[in-house]
C-alpha cells in the first residue's frame, strides 16, 4: 500500500504541523507502509533526503495563504498569478502521482486545492488533515477559500486536530470531521532523571516562533510584573526564529528599553531543544489560540510545568491545577499570578507535572495518531491492515 503526502506550503522541520506529519510518516514507513511526499521545497530537510526512506518530489508550488495585514487590490492580482503558475505545476504532479499509483492522498493542512484537484482528476481517495485555524493562529486568509472548502468537503475523511478546530470548521464544510489528536514520539521528547523548582532561579522557556500570536509579550510582561512585585529569581528564555525582522525587532527593543536584559534572552537558534527544557522548569504556551499545541505536549514530557493560555487546543490539554495551569490568554498579570502560585506551592506543582508526563503518554503518543489514521485508511480502503 502506498500513501502520499501532499504538503503545499513552503515547510521546514521546525514548523509544528510538518513535525506531526513527518511523526506519523515514520510510523507509518516502521509499519510496512509506502510513503511518497510532495513538497514546495527542500529546506531543512537534507538529513532525511540523505536517510533515502522516504521519496520525496519537488514542486515549486506557491503558498495560498494572504497575510490578513497585506490584503489589497495588487495582492489578490498576485495571488491570481500565484495560482496560475501552480496549476502548470499541477500536470507535472499528475504525471508522477499516476506513475507512483499511490492509493490514498493525504493532504497535510490548509493551502491551496491543488492535491485534492489531483486526487478527483486521477480517482485517487483523499483525506484532508486541518492542523490550523488560519485566521487566529497564523494571522493569514486562504485565497479562493470558499472553493477551497468545497474541496475539502468532499474528502472521504477531514480531520481536525482539537475539538476547537472541529467547531470551528465542521458549519464551514457542512459536514462531520473526525477528531484525532496529534501525537508525538515519546521516547524522543521524554526526560526523566530531571528535578524542578530545585534552584535558586526559577527558569522558564518558551519555544516557538516569535510572533503576535504566539503571545511573547505576555510572557515578556508577566515577568517584568514579578519583578515589581519583588521577585526576581526568575528567567524567561524565548526560544523561535521571528516571524517578521519588525516584530522580532519591537519584543527585542522592549526587553532593551524596559531594563529586562538580564531576565529574558531570545535565541532565535538552538541546535538542542531538549537539553534547554532539562535546565528549565516551566514551559509557556501563551499562543492568542493554538489549534493544538504539540509543544505543551513536549513540555509535558520533559517533566516541566505547564503554564498555557485559555484558548483553543490548549485546554483540552491542560486541566487547571491538575496537570497544569491556565491563565487569562491575553492578560500577563493573570500569567504573573501562575507563576508566582507555582513558585509558591511547589508540592502541588510536583503533583500536575507528574499528571502531564502520564497524559501526554496516554493520550498523545505518535502510535495512538497512527493507529487512528490508519483506521480511517481502512474505511476507505479495506487492503490497509491496523
Known amino acids: 500500500m502506498k500513501v502520499c503526502f501532499f504538503a503545499h506550503y513552503s515547510i521546514t522541520n521546525s514548523d509544528g504541523a510538518t513535525l506531526s506529519m513527518y511523526n506519523i510518516i515514520d510510523e507509518m ?4 507502509i509506502e510513503v511518497v511526499v510532495i513538497l514546495a521545497n527542500t529546506r531543512n530537510l537534507e538529513d532525511r533526503i540523505a536517510e533515502g526512506r522516504i521519496k520525496f518530489i519537488v514542486a515549486p508550488l506557491y503558498g495560498m495563504r494572504m ?6 487590490p495588487m495582492t489578490q492580482m498576485k495571488f491570481f498569478v500565484k495560482s496560475i503558475c501552480n496549476s502548470i505545476h499541477k500536470r507535472k504532479i499528475e504525471k508522477v502521482l499516476k506513475a507512483e499509483n499511490v492509493d490514498i492522498i493525504h493532504i497535510n493542512g490548509l493551502d491551496s486545492g491543488i492535491g485534492a484537484e489531483i486526487a478527483q482528476k486521477l480517482k485517487i481517495p483523499y483525506i484532508w488533515h486541518i492542523r490550523q485555524f488560519m485566521e487566529a493562529d497564523l494571522g493569514k486568509k486562504l485565497f479562493r477559500e470558499k472553493y477551497v472548502y468545497r474541496l475539502v468537503s468532499k474528502a472521504s475523511s477531514v480531520i481536525a486536530i482539537s475539538k476547537d478546530v472541529q467547531t470551528k470548521f465542521e458549519p464551514l464544510l457542512g459536514r462531520k470531521m473526525d477528531l ?40 515578556i510582561k508577566a515577568v517584568e510584573l514579578l519583578i515589581q512585585r519583588g521577585i526576581d529569581n526568575v528567567s524567561l528564555t524565548l526560544v523561535g526564529q521571528g ?14 528599553e524596559h531594563g529586562l536584559e538580564q531576565k529574558v534572552c531570545i535565541l532565535e537558534h538552538h541546535d538542542d531543544l531538549r537539553e534547554l527544557r532539562r535546565q528549565c522548569d516551566i514551559g509557556l504556551t501563551c499562543s492568542k489560540k493554538e489549534a493544538f499545541g504539540r509543544v505543551t ?36 498579570e493573570s500569567l504573573a499570578d501562575q507563576i508566582e502560585y507555582a513558585m509558591l506551592h511547589k508540592d502541588n506543582v510536583q503533583q500536575m507535572i507528574e499528571q502531564g508526563v502520564i497524559r501526554a503518554i496516554e493520550d ?10 490508519l483506521n480511517l485508511y481502512k474505511l476507505i480502503d479495506s487492503r490497509f491492515t491496523i
Open 243 to 256: 516571524e517578521t525582522k519588525e516584530y522580532l525587532e519591537y519584543v527585542k527593543s522592549y526587553v532593551k
Open 364 to 373: 498523545y503518543s505518535i502510535n495512538r495518531v497512527v493507529r487512528q489514521i
Open 297 to 332: 505536549v513536549e513540555n509535558m514530557l520533559a517533566r516541566m510545568l505547564v503554564i498555557g493560555a485559555n484558548t483553543g487546543g490548549t485546554v483540552e490539554i491542560v486541566k487547571d491545577g491538575y496537570n497544569g495551569l491556565l491563565y487569562e490568554e491575553g492578560n500577563p
Open 29 to 32: 514507513l516502521s509499519q510496512g
Open 67 to 72: 497575510d490578513l495585514n497585506r490584503r489589497t
Open 180 to 219: 484525532v489528536y496529534n501525537g508525538v514520539p515519546v521516547e524522543k521528547y521524554k526526560l526523566e532523571d530531571v528535578s524542578r523548582f530545585e534552584t535558586p532561579i526559577t527558569r522558564i522557556l518558551l519555544a516557538g516562533r516569535i510572533s503576535v500570536q504566539k503571545g511573547q509579550m505576555d510572557a
